[in-house]
């Protein structure tokens, strides 16, 4: 880009056009304030918050308070329902303190006073936190009371399924005396149910409260069983329950579950944390029968369950068993639930589910379903999901990465195979006990850390923390699963005797990635809050040296997991975006400022003759060569004397990972063709004359600002707080790239300084910058003070509509189409597999060899019918039908 450069444009000249103003508050809407409303508000204070002090000056002091903060902002929602969560936020922050509000009240009450619905409660609580600036730990946990009501819906259906197939359906007009009706079985159960829930502390952890649900029937039955009333349980469960004394395996089989992690769970979680409720259950006088034990202790255990959940402001789950919970309702019941969630707790009219109770379910259930990972390297996903086409339930998805884990170390041992173990012996230097140990070393590092990080009595990602043994097994048992692929698929291609790869085995950096990598996928499958990259506390490893594994690991093992593959491409694009271009990074030994010290982005573009790539691939490639030469006609172009592979492969994805995201940008601020070239061409010469600019800052902070650039210096109606709009709806946009862009080093003034507290866990993410000391400023500063300086030069150039200069435009790369394309598994019949042969003499086989129940069209060849008969068969989702004979 030197040769498109002038310096007519000043830096004050460029700068007129960049001063923009973000705005920090909301416009003020100017609301009165009446006699009414406050004879409203004392009265909701008084019963709620209970003053100890003069009342009428407590009162007032709460109501200026709430005025403040109400005026600054515009809301729709009534007065009166913001005065109640005024009031139960006001307690919450309190207790955040330490110190217990002495006022207790049902959820349901105070909602009700309000005039609002249990949803909109919480909904407009999450706003009023966010009015206030709660600290994080605040906004988690009101997140998470959210979430848990959800999770409670789930739960409550799976209970009616259970429910219904376990205990036996009892005539209450003709039922023998000493056995209870399916209606008085089913509400004491529930309680039960909810008070064992609430002693295991399941919050919103959705397979907590399902393995709860699982160990708490098959508790249930086999005292049943013990006490005589087998009779109230089903066949062929009570048949099972005499020959195992456990259903556990059975209640697996038939609702879906896990058997090793609920017998785990069962064992080392459910008795050890239900102590008291267990015992109770077993301490039957001799003289009382067992349901009327059961039924009279209900009410102390219900004693107990709701002075917790006041005591922790939850709402009381009892509410749901004023649904209609007939059997055949069952398959409507989270609608109805979310109904009656949206109508402050009345029960909804027995109906059908209509679209908008389903919508609602929706809403309630997305707290679960958090933003799944839909990233730009993926290409497509990020436009698309395409489990929308196949959507799976919450329960399913919670279960479905932890079963991929299993499947995936089943028959491995924490230990080398056998087969690894002739492998490693076989080389030279005898590699393998340097490997186990070191493998050994990092797990108990891991544990180590894990311990460290347990403060109190402070719940924290106690899926890993209360299994950290468990998971050192799964971690072990992946490492050697993951090297032996990695050492397989090496060993296959490089046929040469005289290759020296095994060496890469003796490498301390290539042992401490490969249990990166299984680590994290452990993480990943038990939705762990430990976020990459806190990983690399453990393996001590750079951001940089640990991406080069990520593209082999996949590449090795061609039945990972599509969860384990986004997982992977999301922490590779975190390394790509930001944590390579760290301070202390090894990338800056090989990169640094000018033309001569960074590569172009053809010079590191695959090659069209490259025998990798796909057809269309090849074309466009050959396209963008021909751009090229075209413009190296009249300009000279200065690559880097030598680079490494590595580096060359780096680049190459860093400059497609950019190209990803400007393409988004570009698509949703409607930039056309020639605004989306100078963009990137702004792109390209930061990179190769002011890489270090990157140094402890953000990808997109960059694209960002580039954007801006082409903006302004072409008049275009485009603010800076539209491009932030834009950017927004990318995945990995969050306000921190923002809000909190590096500007100068020297003493740390951030406000999240002020904010850190030991309850906090934000230190989980372990990001090196975040720990770098100097000044912090939004974007749109940093634009302002530091961007222009170095761009002026650059975009003056661009303003000048001369074909020359467009001659020289750098052309935008080409993007290859998503070769990690995997398979889709639509029903347990139905899978969906890319076509990667393309040989045309192998698309048709003889007649003789077809198989009557395999479908196959090719397009512009194939007969309409037997596309009608492929429709038919994904129509029956993989239902047996007679399968077209010809």
Known sequence: MDEVMDTSCSVSTLHSYSQESIPDQLAIKNEAYDNEAFEQFKELVIKYLKPSEDCLTFTTSRWEEFRSIKSRVTTVE??????????????????????????????????????????????????????????????????????????????????????????????????????????TS???????????????????????????????????????????????????????????????????????????????????????????????????????????????????????????????RLLNETIFLDLDISKDQIDVIDANASLMLSSNGHPPPPKGSNFTSSQSLEGLLSSIQKGKARTPLLTKTLYFDSESGCPTTPF???????????????????????????????????????????FTKLSERFCSIVKEECRGDVTFDDQITDYAEERTTSILALCFRVLESLVTREKQIIQDPTSEYWKILSQENFIRSVFNVALELVLCAHNSLRDF??????????????????????????????????????????????????????????????????????????????????????????????????????????????????????????????AIRVVHLCERLSFNEENKLKIWNCIEYLFRNHITMLKSRHLDQIILCCCYVVAKVGRLEITFNDILGAYRLQPQACQAIIKYVFMENGPSIGPDEVKKDPKDFEGR???????????????????????????????????????????RIVPF??????????????????????????????????????????????????????????????????????????
Not at 599 to 624: C, F, G, H, T, W
Not at 791 to 803: E, G, H, L, V
Not at 828 to 855: A, C, F, G, M, W
Request: glycine share 2%; net charge positive.
């Open 78 to 183: 009534p007065l009166l329902g913001w005065m109640v969560v005024y009031i139960h936020a006001f307690i919450i922050m309190y207790e955040d303190q330490g110190d217990k509000y002495p006022s207790h009240y049902e959820i349901l009450d105070i909602a009700k006073d309000g005039d609002i619905s249990i949803r909109d409660f919480y909904s407009m609580l999450c706003k009023w936190m966010k009015f206030i600036d709660a600290p994080n730990r605040v906004l988690a946990k009101v997140d998470n009371v959210n979430s848990r009501i959800a999770v409670t819906i789930i739960c409550f259906k799976k209970f009616l399924s259970i429910f219904y197939k376990l205990i036996k359906n009892i005539d209450s007009r003709h039922r023998p005396h000493r056995l209870w009706c399916h209606e």
């Open 396 to 438: 399913s998805a919670a279960n479905y990465k932890r079963t991929q884990l299993a499947m995936l170390i089943d028959q491995y041992p924490p230990r080398p195979s056998k087969y690894l173990e002739d492998l490693l012996d076989q080389f030279p230097d005898k590699p393998k006990n340097f490997i186990v140990n070191l």
């Open 813 to 886: 790369p080409p993007l290859r189409q998503n070769p990690l394309s995997p398979r889709k598994q639509l029903t347990e019949h139905i899978t969906i597999v890319p076509q990667r042969n393309r040989d045309p003499s192998n698309l048709q086989q003889p007649q003789q060899e077809k198989k009557t129940n395999v479908y196959m069209y090719t397009f512009y060849q194939s007969p309409s019918k037997d596309l009608d008969a492929i429709n038919k068969k994904v129509r029956d989702a993989g239902s047996n039908f007679n399968p077209r004979t010809t």
């Open 533 to 658: 990259p806190w990983s690399l506390r453990v393996t001590e490893l750079q951001a940089i040296n640990f991406s080069r594994i990520i593209e082999l690991v996949i590449k090795a093992n061609d039945h990972l997991a599509r969860e384990f593959v986004k997982h992977l491409n999301i922490i590779e694009e975190k390394i790509l975006e930001e944590l390579a271009w760290t301070v202390d990074s090894p990338i800056w030994k090989v990169v640094g400022d000018g033309p001569a010290n960074f590569p172009s982005s053809y010079a590191v573009q695959y090659q069209a003759a490259d025998s990798s790539l796909s057809e269309i691939d090849r074309r466009q490639m050959k396209d963008y060569e021909n751009l090229v030469k075209n413009r190296e006609k009249d300009a000279t172009s200065v690559e880097p004397s030598s680079i490494t592979q590595n580096t060359k492969i780096f680049v190459r994805k860093f400059y497609y990972l950019a």
């Open 186 to 312: 089913l509400h004491i159960m529930w309680k039960y149910y909810i008070a064992f829930k609430q002693q295991v502390n399941c919050r919103n952890i959705l397979m907590t409260a399902y393995h709860t649900l699982m160990c708490f029937f098959d508790y249930l039955c086999r005292r049943l069983r013990e006490e005589g009333k087998i009779e109230m349980i089903n066949q062929p469960y009570a048949e099972l329950l005499n020959k195992n004394n456990t259903i556990l395996d059975d209640l697996c089989k038939d609702f879906g579950g896990v058997p090793v992690e609920l017998k785990h769970f069962n064992e080392h979680t459910f008795y050890i944390k239900t102590e008291e409720l267990v015992k109770l259950l077993k301490s039957k006088p001799s003289e009382k029968d067992y349901l009327d034990y059961l039924e009279e202790t209900s009410v102390k255990v219900m004693e107990d369950y709701t002075k917790a959940i006041l005591d922790e």
């Open 765 to 807: 993410r372990y990001n090196p910058n975040d720990n770098l000391p100097g000044k912090r400023g939004h974007l749109i500063s940093f634009y302002n003070k530091i961007f222009i300086e170095i761009m002026a030069d650059i975009a003056n150039k661009m303003r000048k509509a001369d074909d020359k200069i467009k001659s």
